[in-house]
């Protein structure tokens, strides 16, 4: 897999406010370094899914939890 790559296309999502789409795309790059034992692609697609979540609370969280 091709991380950088893979990162670009999510934040490109993430971008457009397309969340679902990045989360998606994000969960599934996570699975697949799961099936290949790559720790450190886990390690940086969880990064990648806590960023994504932070920014949806940044944009839809209630004042004050952002």
Do not use: W
Request: with cysteine; net charge negative.
């Amino acid at each position: 897999m091709d991380i950088e790559s893979e990162t670009k296309t999510i934040q490109e999502f993430v971008v457009k406010g397309n969340y679902h789409a990045a989360m998606n795309i994000a969960i599934s790059a996570l699975n697949e370094c799961r099936r290949d034992s790559d720790q450190a692609g886990i390690d940086h697609f969880l990064e990648v899914i806590e960023g994504i979540a932070n920014t949806m609370v940044e944009e839809f969280g209630s004042p004050g939890r952002g």
